[in-house]
C-alpha cells in the first residue's frame, strides 16, 4: 500500500484528465490551484482541444504521454471514466483521483457503476481515491501540490486532514487565511470505493512529515479493521476525528449522503474513548486540539494555571476546566509572593491570577515565567484583552519568547487589526485561541492521548469449539443451547434444572424456587406473566404451573417445559450484554439492570476487545457499578466475578460471529453479595 | 426607578470627572470614545489642570458647571470619590455611574468603602452604576453615547447587553466590526453596588428602542426577585443569559472576582428554565440568539427544512436540531415535485434537499421560495459553501430577498474576503452565521421563548400559623413537630408512633411493623442501624429494641424513643425535598429517593414558586417519574397524590422562611400503586 501512496501525496508526475480552459470549471480551477500553489513536479494536462493552458502543455490522450505518470486525477464526465482508467492503468499509474460525481451518493444504478469501475482498477492492481471527492493537498516544501478546486495557498503544517466530504474540505480551505490552520497533507475521499480512512491511517503514521491525523468522517468503512490497528499498537500518532451523524437524522442524511450504513453515535462515542481516539465535537475543536499537538510541548498534568488581565473571560476559562478533566493549580507559597512583587495590589496573586486591564507586557512574560516554574502548575493559560492602553502583540510575543517544556496557551480577545498584524510580525507564529473555552478543549485532548489506555492484554477472538449449539441466524438459542455454552465460559448461570409438566410432581427440590415458561416464542418472560419468584412448597408450584399452562393456552403460545432455579434474595440487578455493530464488530455492555432497564439509561458499551483497565473504567463509569462496589459503610459486591462475567461474555462475542446480541439480564448481586445470571438470552 | 434610567441611557447632558489629556489614560480615552461616536447633547469635562480635551471645554471643579448634568462619569483616583458624589449630587445630578475600581472586589475594606460611598448616594436620592466597571453605550440616533474606553463605534441594533465584567464588555466591543454585533444599548454594572440585573429588566422591559435583553453575570444579586418579575407576568421581551462560574472552581472564581455568593449551576440552570429565560452557553450563542430575534420572524414551531450546496456542512446542521428539540420536516409530494425541476437530478430533492456544489443563486433562491411555501416546513436553514464556479454574494442576498413570514437562517462558509464585501454591498444586512451549527442553537432558543411556559396559577407565598414548632436556626424539627406540620401540609405521612420503652410491651399494635430509633442526633437512621423492617411479631420487636438501645449506648447516642410504622412493600422509593438557595430563595426537588440517591443521579430542581405545567414537567424529566406512570404495561402509580405532595413541599418551602431543608426520601409507592412518606426531615 505505501508506495501507492507515496504516488498520491508525494508524485513526481500529475496528469489532470478532463484540464479544460474554461475559468470556473473543475478542470481548469484544479489546474489553476496546482498552477499556482507552485507544484514542484511535472504535469500533464489531456484536453483535445486545447493546445495550451495556463502555460501548461496539451496532450490529446493519456496515450500521447509518453512519461510515467504517478498521480491521474480524472474530473471528465461519467461516461468516459471507464475509458481513462482503462488507458492510465495501461500506462502503469497506479494512484488515480477520481473527482467525476454520479455514482453510489445518486443510488443503486450509481452504486453498481461505482463497483464496475472499482473492479477495473483492482484488476489492473492500481488503487482509487473517491469517487465524487475534491482532490488532494501536500503543502511540504518539495512537493506544494494543490490538487483541489480552491486556489488558497496553505501554509505547510504537520496535520493532516482526511475529509469525507469534500465540502466540508472546501469550506476548510476558504477559511485558512482566517482560521490560520496549517496542514501537511489534505484529502477528499468521496465515496471511499477504494480508498478509505484506514488506509490513509496506516500511510499517515509512516509518514514522517505528518505528526496529527485528523478526519472528517461520515461513517467508518470498516470499523473493527480501524480499531485493530490501535488494538495491534500500530498507531503512535494522535488521531482526531469529527464524526457527521451522530442523531437519528444525522445518521439518516449521511447515510442518503454517502449510502453507506451508520454505526449508533454511542457505539462511536465508546470505541473512540476506550482506544484513545479524540473525538471533536466541531470543526473548531478539531482544528484547535491539531494545533495543539503542532504547536505546543505535552502538558504533564491536568493542572492549570490561568492568568488573565480580564476577570470574566477568565471565569469562563475556568469554568472549562472541569468538564475536560482539568484543575486549578494550588499556587506555591513562594510564587505567590513572588507574583505579589508584580501584580497590582488590587488584583490576584491566587489562580487565575488577575493583573487588572493595566497589566502591561511585561507583566504578562513575568507572571508567565513564574507560573510555568512552579512545580504545582503542569500548564498555563494566559488570557489576554486588549485594553486601550496596552497593545496586544508586544504581550503576546513576549509570552511566545518564554522557553519552557510546560505548555502556555494564549486566548486574545483583540480589535481586529491584531490579527493581521500577528500573521505579519510575529517571530514564532504559534498558534492563538480566540475563544475563552478553546485552550481547556485543547490541553484535555491532548492528555487524553498523553493518558490513553494501555492496549496489553486485550482479549482477541479464539477459536473455540462447543459442540451441538446450533447459530441460526435471526433465532435465539434454546435454552439447553444457553446453559451449554454459559457453562463452556463459565457465566455465573444460577443452578437452573429444565421439566416436562408431568416431572415436576416427582422432581426433589429446595424450595423456596422460582419457576419460568420455557417456549420458543416466550421471550419476554415477565411480560407474558412467564415468571412466578419464590415459591415456597410443592402444593403452589403445582398451582403456579396450572396457571401458567391454561395461560399460554389461552395466548396460543406453546410452552414446552418448566425452568426451575432456587429463589435468590436480590440485592442489585445488573446487565451485562453483548451486540454487534455493523461497523465496529462485537460490543459489550455494561450497567443496571431490571425490567426497566431503559428507563434508567445507566448502561456503559465498550468493544468487546476488553482489556482489566476498560473492565474496570467501564464499571466505575456505570452508576450501578459505583454502588455494587460499596457505597455508605456497605460490603462490596463480588467483584472479580463480575469483571470476569463482563469478560467471558465479551470472549463469547467475539469467538462466535453468529451472535447478534446476548443479554444476562438480570445479573443478580444477592445480600451475601454473589452473583447469579437468572435469565440469558442468546441471539443469533 | 425609570427617570433615573432615563437619565443613564438618555442623557442630554454628561459630566466626565476625571477626564483626562493624555492618550491611553481612560480618561481621555473616553472621552474620545463619546467624542468620535458622535454623542448628540451636552458634554462637561472635570480637570483643573487643562483648559480643554479634545475640543471640549474643561472645568476645574463640578461645582463650576451651571448646567444640569444628566449622568456623570467618574474616573477620579478613589480617594477623590466621596467629594465628587457629594458635589454632584448636591447639584442635583442623579444618574452615577463609578468606574474607579478598587472597592468590594479587592476585599472587606474595600468593601467597607462601597458601603460608604452606596450610603452617600442613596441618602442623596440618587443611584449609582459600579464601581469597578466600564462604562455605558446608546447606539440610538438621537443620542449616540459611547461612554466606555473602547472607541468602537457599534452600529445601532435593537439587542440590549448588561455585563457583569467590564472585561467581557470589552472583548464584545473589540469584536464587532468581525462579529457584526449590534446594540441597542450596553452597560457595564461592575460590583453592581445599587444598580443590578433587576433594575435593567425593568428599565429595558420598557424601552422601545430595546427588543431583546442579553446579560453576561457571574452572580444574580437578588435572584427571587428576579424570578418574581417573570413570576408576576412583567417580562415580556427575551432575556438572555451567559451565566460565568458554572463549574466548582468557576463559582470560586466569580465569587472572588465579584465578592458576590454564587448559586450552584443546577439551581440557576433550573430557574431560567422554569420561567423561560435562555441560557447561553457561550458568548457566540448568546449574541447569535439575539440577532435571531433581532432580524428574523418567530419561527411557527420546530419543523426544520434543509437546503445546502454541501452534504457535509448540511449534515453537522442536521445533527445539531435534535439537540434543540427540532426535527426535520417531512417535504411535501408537491414540495418535492417542483423542486425535482430544479434540483440537479444527482442532488437530493429529500430533506436535506442538496443542490450539489453547482448550484447557483438563482437555484438557491427558488428552492428557499418552494420550501417556505411547504405547509410542512415552518423554518428553513440555507447552508451555503462558496464553491469555485458560484460567487456567495448573489446567493446570499438573492435569499435575503424572499419574503415570508417563515424565518429563513444562512449559513456560509465563503472565502474571507465576502464578509467585507456583504457589510458594503448587502442591502438587507440580515444577520448571517458561520458555523454549521448556529441556526439550531438559535432556532431553538427562539421557540423555548415563543413556548415558555405559562405563569399562571403559581403557588405564592401564604402567612400560615402553625402553632407549636420551634423553627430553631440550624436545628432539624423533632418527630413530634415533623408529625404536626405533615398533617398541617397534608403530606402523605405513613401512620406514626412514638412510644418509649417501656410502652412497647403494652402498645397494641398490627405487624409487620418498621421500627426506627428517635434521638436529637439519630439522622442518618439506616447507617446507625437504627432501622429495622417487616418485624413480624411482639417478641421478635422488643428483641430488636434491646439491641437497638445496646447498639446506641455503645455509640455514646441518646436514644429518646421507638418510631413504629406499619410495614410497607415498597415498590418504588421517591425523593420530595426542598432547600433553600442563597439567591434564588425556596428550591423543590423531586427524583429516585432510597439510600443511593446522590449515586442514582435523577434529581430534578425547580423554584417552589410551581405551577401545575412545572409540576407535570419535573415529573416527566425524571427517570423514575417516567416509570411510575407505568411502563410495561403496569399500572400507574397515585400520580394526583404524587403531584399534590410536591406542591405541598413547595407550599411549606414557600410559607416557612426558616426552613432551609426537607426531605421526604423514601416517598414510597407501594405495590398497589398507594404512596407513602415514611422519612420526613425537616431542617431550619
Redesign the interface.
Known amino acids: 500500500m505505501d508506495s501507492v501512496f507515496q504516488n498520491y501525496f508525494y508524485p513526481k508526475s500529475i496528469c489532470v484528465v478532463g484540464a479544460s480552459s474554461k475559468p470556473?470549471?473543475?478542470g481548469y480551477?484544479l489546474t489553476k490551484s496546482l498552477k499556482q500553489y507552485g507544484y514542484t513536479g511535472e504535469l500533464f494536462l489531456i484536453n483535445p482541444k486545447a493546445d495550451e493552458i495556463l502555460g501548461f502543455k496539451c496532450y490529446p490522450t493519456i496515450e500521447s504521454i509518453k512519461d510515467k505518470i504517478d498521480l491521474a486525477i480524472i474530473m471528465v464526465p461519467k461516461q468516459f471514466v471507464e475509458e481513462s482508467i482503462k488507458q492510465l492503468t495501461s500506462k502503469g499509474t497506479r494512484a488515480i483521483i477520481l473527482i467525476t460525481?454520479?455514482f453510489k451518493?445518486?443510488g443503486k444504478e450509481?452504486g453498481e457503476e461505482e463497483k464496475r469501475i472499482l473492479e477495473l482498477v483492482k484488476t489492473a492492481g492500481a488503487s482509487l481515491v473517491g469517487p465524487n471527492c475534491m482532490g488532494i493537498i501536500n503543502s511540504y516544501p518539495e512537493v506544494k501540490m494543490n490538487a483541489t478546486?480552491?486556489?488558497?495557498e496553505p501554509q505547510n503544517g504537520r496535520m493532516a486532514f482526511c475529509?469525507?466530504?469534500?465540502?466540508?474540505g472546501?469550506?476548510v480551505l476558504?477559511?485558512l487565511?482566517?482560521t490560520d490552520i496549517r496542514f501537511s497533507q489534505f484529502i477528499s475521499v468521496g465515496n471511499k470505493a477504494d480508498v478509505t480512512e484506514n488506509d490513509l491511517l496506516e500511510f499517515w503514521e509512516k509518514d514522517e512529515n505528518v505528526s496529527v491525523i485528523t478526519y472528517?468522517l461520515?461513517s467508518f468503512e470498516a470499523g473493527e479493521k480501524f480499531l485493530k490497528y490501535f488494538i495491534d499498537g500500530k498507531v503512535s500518532k494522535p488521531v482526531i476525528i469529527l464524526k457527521?451523524?451522530?442523531?437519528?437524522?444525522?445518521i439518516k442524511?449521511?447515510s442518503?449522503?454517502t449510502g453507506a450504513l451508520g454505526s449508533s453515535d454511542k457505539v462511536v462515542d465508546a470505541v473512540l474513548k476506550q482506544f484513545g481516539i479524540i473525538r471533536a465535537d466541531?470543526?473548531?475543536d478539531m482544528f484547535i486540539t491539531a494545533k495543539g499537538f503542532e504547536d505546543f510541548p505535552m502538558p504533564e498534568g491536568n493542572r492549570i494555571a490561568v492568568v488573565?488581565?480580564?476577570?470574566?473571560?477568565?471565569?469562563?476559562t475556568?469554568?472549562t476546566?472541569?468538564?475536560n478533566n482539568l484543575?486549578?493549580s494550588e499556587l506555591s507559597d513562594e510564587t505567590k509572593s513572588k507574583l505579589r512583587k508584580i501584580v497590582h495590589?488590587?488584583g490576584?496573586v491566587?489562580n487565575?491570577v488577575?493583573l487588572?486591564?493595566g497589566g502591561t507586557a511585561e507583566q504578562f512574560k513575568q507572571v508567565n515565567e513564574i507560573l510555568v516554574a512552579d512545580k504545582n502548575v503542569e500548564t498555563v493559560i494566559s488570557v489576554f484583552?486588549?485594553?486601550?492602553?496596552v497593545p496586544a502583540l508586544p504581550v503576546i510575543e513576549g509570552i511566545n519568547e518564554i522557553k519552557s517544556d510546560k505548555p502556555i496557551f494564549q486566548v486574545v480577545?483583540?480589535?481586529?487589526e491584531f490579527w493581521e498584524q500577528y500573521r505579519k510580525e510575529s517571530k514564532t507564529k504559534c498558534s492563538l485561541f480566540r475563544?475563552p473555552?478553546d485552550p481547556a478543549v485543547v490541553i484535555g485532548n491532548m492528555l487524553k492521548f498523553k493518558n490513553k489506555p494501555s492496549n496489553k492484554n486485550r482479549l482477541q477472538l479464539k477459536e473455540e469449539d462447543i459442540g451441538g449449539i446450533r447459530f441460526e441466524k435471526g433465532k435465539f438459542l434454546s435454552q439447553e443451547e444457553v446453559i451449554k455454552i454459559s457453562k463452556h465460559y463459565k457465566l455465573p448461570i444460577v443452578e437452573t434444572q429444565l421439566f416436562k409438566y408431568d416431572e415436576l410432581k416427582t422432581a426433589g427440590l429446595e424450595y423456596p424456587i422460582v419457576v419460568k415458561a420455557v417456549g420458543e416464542k416466550i421471550i419476554h418472560k415477565?411480560?407474558l406473566k412467564g415468571v412466578v419468584l419464590n415459591i415456597k412448597d410443592k402444593n403452589e408450584l403445582i398451582k403456579v404451573a396450572d396457571e401458567m399452562i391454561k395461560n399460554f393456552k389461552q395466548k396460543n403460545i406453546t410452552l414446552d417445559s418448566f425452568l426451575i432455579q432456587p429463589y435468590i434474595q436480590t440485592k442489585f440487578e445488573l446487565l451485562v450484554g453483548g451486540f454487534r455493530d455493523p461497523s465496529f464488530g462485537p460490543m459489550i455492555m455494561f450497567g443496571t439492570g431490571g425490567?426497566?432497564v431503559e428507563?434508567?439509561?445507566d448502561t456503559v458499551i465498550r468493544s468487546a476487545y476488553l482489556n482489566d483497565f476498560n473492565v474496570d473504567e467501564i464499571i466505575n463509569k456505570a452508576?450501578i457499578g459505583?454502588?455494587i462496589q460499596g457505597?455508605?459503610?456497605e460490603d462490596p459486591a463480588d467483584m472479580i466475578k463480575i469483571k470476569n462475567t463482563i469478560k467471558s461474555v465479551a470472549q463469547m462475542m467475539l469467538n462466535h460471529k453468529e451472535i447478534t446480541e446476548c443479554d444476562l439480564n438480570p445479573l443478580v448481586v444477592t445480600d451475601d453479595n454473589n452473583i447469579f445470571a437468572v435469565d440469558i438470552r442468546i441471539k443469533c
Chains 1, 2 share one sequence.
Open positions: 470556473q470549471s473543475l480551477e460525481a454520479g451518493e445518486t450509481g478546486f480552491v486556489a488558497e475529509s469525507q466530504s469534500g465540502a466540508i472546501a469550506a476558504n477559511s487565511r482566517e472528517y461520515e457527521g451523524g451522530r442523531t437519528s437524522s444525522g442524511a449521511a442518503s449522503h466541531d470543526l473548531n488573565t488581565n480580564a476577570g470574566g473571560p477568565a471565569i469562563l475556568v469554568d476546566l472541569e468538564k484543575v486549578l495590589p488590587q490576584s491566587n487565575p488577575d487588572l486591564p484583552v486588549e485594553p486601550i492602553m480577545m483583540p480589535l481586529p475563544r473555552e415477565s411480560e425490567k426497566y428507563y434508567v439509561e452508576k459505583k454502588i457505597v455508605r459503610g
